[in-house]
């Protein structure tokens, strides 16, 4: 391949347009993305292939294995197009009939359509499942709809456009502008607006700087960034290639947790394709601008997702933070001007350039502007990747989106941030999505992982996973994070354990509140987020395991009896059938009873009962 | 307005240079703000946070030692805040492993012990944690008593950003992070040149020279400021003494060391005190070692010397000078091979 010229790139795009929208060629998207392939996603797709080719429909039918399609818990997924029928949970035996059926009958196959879980009705159309009906895909605007390892595909979705726009007509003083206009604020967690960190480094002095994706991703429960990478990584080194311009730096490095192996895989494919193309490299497009960008991979430290522990680490020392200032935009990567941004943070400004600043400001809140990917995960029926507008509440996001709480459980709370956020119980469903907003309700808006957890979730016991997770990430370097968190763990694994006393209570607040003023970097500073929250929203439960030394949840294991309540007890047998010890006696028509002897409290029952007769 | 900078601590204001940290002010100034991990003429890693101040406007408090002054701001050193915070980061310390002072080589010269008793912090609110891991002492210099570290990264500092030695690291994490070698083997085993400035720059007790347990401890010795005898640079260092013997040394923060020694003049003093040490010139007499005064000795040095000089020439006698005296001692060698015993044949061996 040569390097392209302007008509070239539009030529490319035409033709490849010609073909991804010709009405005549049916689309096979199979999901591609990490969560799919778990399920056998690639078997499907061999499968596919191979019917295809048995019934000679290799002329109209093409097969796209695209990345996250975002519908993650039902796959592995499919998506007829330009139809868009949407099959969830396929198998390689059920190729033959959808291709039977679907292609050379048109008429879907219904068994393996989505399957409401509120109506029980199946639901043919991706458009029609409330899954994707409330969703506003911005940041993944191309998820599902291209192959993220064809970049004539990226073209084709006005891909690389905005490079053109910005190296041919804009200044960098416009592109800071633009970006200004837009408020687009820092998707990594913190909000900071990102037009503003871009002109502190474009302002400040040196021959070199640096562009530097933060694609780390240490939250537990978050996926947003990966499925981002995975689904179109061009338009990531779009956006970095921008910046470039706006600050003037001719080197960028793609921080990822080597765990992310798909990611770097199409990362890497994808900058392979972009130099091939004159798109990344020396003289960019023949405007005279270079930029390139290496990938740099991390040992998947949760620290190292803060700003001066990720250079550090880029720099081959320890990742570990330290103080501020020196800021970045001054002092970054290599002591040189750099600039951080989010994954998702950069993959929004293409289409800032191409649409303008406020076309991207005209949706959202007063003073958050634009979408924000969640990654729903927990107890909630639709797992997976939602892009949502500022400003929707936290119940559509749960309930519409969400799909609500699964078994039929009561919804409790839903933790926003992880390790650094908070939980927002029921009464604060309301609260529209939005960095201010979220942050008066004592959660954050974080980088957008969202647990929703049900009426069988324990709050101390939630509050002592997330700190034993900050122990676990500590960096170890400042003494209120590697000690008092420590000390707070203790005193929670203590109250779990049923042995909690009144003075815990003040203890974990006094903790709370001197790690949050004193840590020196952001792990450490919000660390007691999660224990506040859950004080503040759910302090009956703190005060039930140390006065009364009583679980209301049922999930601390030191406060269970493992005995069954006769009179709550409907004599269905379930436990029974699910101890794996045979501890439990019981016969139809009679009340299961727990031989304690036996019982190795692994809790199946207490999962399987749907009485909560077992205490 | 660019010479009126100023910035206000507990009320009264200063004026500043601008690479200047609030620590420093506040230091140049007679404001005391207690620090830990702070190690002079290194950049502030910021770990202890213990000299956390109440800055007006900002959104939590700030580590002094590595916050540049600026304009307009406005510090407190005690607020009601600031104390909350460093007696729990205090206490948090105190329970961070065996803070047993009463039998602490470090006791008297510590500085836990010290904020300890001025902000009145026991050390009782949490149980002390386990030791992690176990002390080391298989090297002839160094005891590493890991029980005992507060992790404050002094140590670091003075290996990697002084010594330039870069022997040891901050490792592990949490409350499990522990100061290591590469591959956290023993300092024997590692890059580590024995220098002792890690031991010279931990504020507590879990750096300490293999024979300090024997020793007497801080307020017992007196300290003597002399110039180290080893080689020419002429570092300076404080003897400790006690009954007339070196218990430690030390180096001087002044030049040409600013308080860093090598080995030789922070470990090597065992000579001064040993028993094989020549006391008084020798001269051999039939075959024995007798001793002698000065004057019998180098009279008989001049007479052999102007022996050898008349019998064989001048170029038949050589001298080799040694690093270990000063550059003064070995200018007046060469003026004296040159003109008295008139002969170039003058050599310094250059090295120890
Ligand atoms: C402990 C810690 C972990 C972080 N992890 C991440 C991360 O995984 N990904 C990320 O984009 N930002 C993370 N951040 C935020 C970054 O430090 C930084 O603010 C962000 O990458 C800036 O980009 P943005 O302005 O586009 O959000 C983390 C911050 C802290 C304190
Ligand atoms: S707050 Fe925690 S992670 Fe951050 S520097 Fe301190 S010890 Fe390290
Ligand atoms: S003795 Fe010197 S070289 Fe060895 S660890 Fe200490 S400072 Fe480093
Ligand atoms: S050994 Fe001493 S100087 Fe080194 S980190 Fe521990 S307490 Fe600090
Ligand atoms: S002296 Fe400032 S943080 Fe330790």
Same mark, same amino acid.
């Given at each position: 391949m040569s390097k392209l010229t302007l008509n070239d790139l539009t030529k490319i795009r035409k033709q490849t347009q010609g073909i991804n929208t010709n009405p005549n060629i049916t689309r096979l998207m199979i999901c591609g993305g990490?969560?799919?392939?778990? $399920?056998?996603?690639i078997?499907?797709k061999?499968?596919?292939v191979?019917?295809i080719e048995?019934?000679?429909?290799s002329d109209t039918v093409k097969i796209v294995e695209t990345g996250c ?12 197009q330009p ?23 048109? $008429? ?29 895909p911005r940041a993944l605007r191309n998820k599902g709809q291209i192959d993220p390892e064809k970049i004539d595909d990226y073209i084709a979705r006005d891909g690389y456009i905005a490079i053109v726009k910005v190296l041919k007509e804009m200044k960098p003083d416009d592109i800071i502008?633009e970006m ?18 871009w002109?502190?480094a474009r302002?400040?002095?040196?021959e070199t700087k640096y562009v530097l994706c933060n694609a ?9 960034d990966r499925s981002i990478l995975e689904a179109d990584p061009h338009c990531v080194l779009e956006g970095m290639t921008i910046a470039a311009k706006a600050i003037n730096a001719n080197k960028g490095y793609i921080y990822c947790?080597?765990?992310y192996q798909l990611a770097i895989k199409r990362l890497k494919i994808a900058i392979k394709q972009a130099k091939e193309y004159g798109l990344l490299g020396k003289n960019i497009l023949n405007t005279g601008f270079d930029f390139d960008i290496d990938i740099y991979q ?16 880029i ?18 990567l290599?002591?040189k001007?750099s600039i951080?941004n989010?994954v998702e943070t950069f993959s929004n400004v293409p289409q800032i350039m191409i649409k303008g ?7 959202? $809140? ?64 309301? $609260? ?32 002592? /996973? ?71 929203? /759910? ?75 077992? /205490? | ?76 050193? %005690? ?47 949490? %149980? ?225």
């Amino acid at each position: 391949m040569s390097k392209l010229t302007l008509n070239d790139l539009t030529k490319i795009r035409k033709q490849t347009q010609g073909i991804n929208t010709n009405p005549n060629i049916t689309r096979l998207m199979i999901c591609g993305g990490t969560g799919c392939h778990a $399920t056998g996603s690639i078997k499907v797709k061999q499968a596919l292939v191979e019917e295809i080719e048995k019934k000679g429909l290799s002329d109209t039918v093409k097969i796209v294995e695209t990345g996250c399609n975002g519908f993650c818990a039902l796959g592995p997924l499919l998506v007829v197009q330009p139809e868009g029928i949407f099959y969830v949970k396929l198998k390689s035996e059920d190729i033959p009939e959808l291709i039977q059926e679907q292609i050379i009958n048109n $008429t879907p196959v219904k068994r393996l359509l989505f399957k409401d879980p509120a109506t029980k009705k199946r639901i043919a159309k991706q458009d029609d499942i409330s899954f994707f009906a409330h969703q506003m895909p911005r940041a993944l605007r191309n998820k599902g709809q291209i192959d993220p390892e064809k970049i004539d595909d990226y073209i084709a979705r006005d891909g690389y456009i905005a490079i053109v726009k910005v190296l041919k007509e804009m200044k960098p003083d416009d592109i800071i502008k633009e970006m200004t206009t837009s408020s687009l604020r820092g998707r990594g967690g913190a909000g900071f607006p990102t037009g503003m960190k871009w002109d502190f480094a474009r302002k400040s002095e040196g021959e070199t700087k640096y562009v530097l994706c933060n694609a780390d991703e240490g939250d537990p429960g978050a996926f947003m960034d990966r499925s981002i990478l995975e689904a179109d990584p061009h338009c990531v080194l779009e956006g970095m290639t921008i910046a470039a311009k706006a600050i003037n730096a001719n080197k960028g490095y793609i921080y990822c947790r080597t765990e992310y192996q798909l990611a770097i895989k199409r990362l890497k494919i994808a900058i392979k394709q972009a130099k091939e193309y004159g798109l990344l490299g020396k003289n960019i497009l023949n405007t005279g601008f270079d930029f390139d960008i290496d990938i740099y991979q991390g040992a998947g430290a949760f620290v190292c997702g803060e700003e001066t522990a990720l250079m550090r680490s880029i720099e081959g020392k320890r990742g570990m933070p330290r103080p501020r200032p020196p800021f970045p935009a001054h002092k970054g990567l290599w002591e040189k001007p750099s600039i951080l941004n989010n994954v998702e943070t950069f993959s929004n400004v293409p289409q800032i350039m191409i649409k303008g600043g406020d076309w991207y400001a005209s949706v959202g $809140t007063e003073k958050s502007k634009g979408t924000k990917v969640f990654a729903l995960s927990g107890d909630v029926n639709n797992i997976g990747l939602v892009e949502v507008p500022m400003g929707t509440t936290l119940r559509s996001l749960v309930f519409d989106i969400g799909g609500g709480i699964a078994k039929k459980r009561k919804f409790k709370a839903v933790q926003l941030g992880g390790p650094s956020g908070g939980s927002v119980p029921e009464h604060l469903l309301d $609260t529209p999505v939005g960095y201010e907003e979220i942050a008066k309700i004592g959660a954050i808006m974080g980088s957008g992982g969202a647990i929703v957890m049900d009426d069988k979730t324990c709050m101390v016991d939630m509050a002592r /996973f997330f700190m034993d997770f900050i122990q676990d990430e500590s960096c170890g370097k400042c003494t209120p994070c590697r000690e008092g968190t420590l000390r707070m763990l203790q005193i929670l694994e203590k109250i779990c354990e049923g042995k909690g006393e009144p003075r815990d209570i003040k203890d974990l607040e006094e903790l709370s509140h001197v790690i949050h003023q004193s840590a020196l970097c952001g792990l450490g500073q919000t660390a007691a987020n999660p224990v506040l929250s859950a004080l503040k929203y /759910f302090r009956n439960e703190f005060d039930a395991h140390v006065i009364d030394k009583r679980c209301p949840a049922k999930r601390c294991i030191a406060m269970l009896k493992f005995e069954i309540d006769p009179d709550l007890c409907k004599k269905c047998g379930l436990c029974f059938k699910s101890c794996p010890a045979d501890a439990i006696t019981w016969k139809k028509k009679e009340v299961a009873l727990i031989d304690k002897e036996k019982c190795i409290k692994c809790m199946s029952c207490f999962d399987k009962c749907q009485f909560d007769a077992i /205490f | 307005m660019k010479n009126n900078k100023s910035i206000t601590i507990n009320g009264n204001q200063f004026s500043f240079r601008p690479e200047d940290t609030i620590l420093e002010v506040a230091q140049r100034n007679g404001i005391f703000i207690p620090t830990l991990c702070h190690l002079k003429g290194t950049t502030p890693t910021g770990a202890c946070r213990v000299c956390m101040v109440e800055v007006k406007g900002a959104r939590s408090l700030v580590a002094s030692c590595a916050a540049p002054a600026m304009d307009g701001m406005d510090v407190q050193t %005690e607020s009601s805040d600031v104390i909350r915070s460093r007696k729990l980061t205090i206490s948090l310390l105190l329970s961070s492993g065996h803070h047993d002072c009463l039998l602490c080589p470090a006791t008297g010269d510590c500085v836990l012990q010290q904020l300890a008793y001025r902000y009145k912090v026991s050390g009782t609110q949490f %149980e002390a944690s386990n030791a992690r891991y176990p002390l080391e002492n298989v090297n002839p210099f160094i005891i590493r008593d890991f029980s005992k570290c507060v992790l404050c990264g002094r140590c670091v500092q003075a290996c990697n950003d002084i010594q330039v030695n870069n022997a040891i690291d901050l490792g592990y994490r949490g409350s499990a992070a522990k100061v290591v070698t590469a591959g956290d083997r023993s300092l024997k085993d590692s890059d580590c040149v024995f220098c002792g400035e890690c031991i010279q720059a931990c504020p507590v007790g879990a750096l300490y020279p293999k024979d300090a347990l024997n020793k007497p401890r801080y307020g017992e010795t007196q300290k003597i400021r002399t110039t180290c005898s080893y080689c020419g640079v002429g570092c300076q260092m404080h003897l400790h003494v006690k009954d007339n013997l070196v218990q430690k040394v030390t180096g001087v923060d002044t030049a040409p060391n600013n308080g860093s020694l090598c080995v030789k003049g922070r470990f090597g003093y065992d000579f001064i005190a040993s028993k094989d040490r020549l006391t008084t010139p020798l001269i051999r007499k039939k075959g024995k070692f007798c001793d002698a005064s000065w004057d019998e000795a180098l009279t008989l040095v001049a007479k052999k010397f102007t022996q050898i000089q008349k019998k064989h020439g001048s170029d038949s006698i050589g001298v080799l000078t040694s690093a270990r005296i000063t550059n003064e001692d070995n200018y007046i060698a060469q003026k004296f091979t040159r003109a008295i015993l008139k002969t170039n044949n003058i050599d310094h061996c250059a090295r120890l």
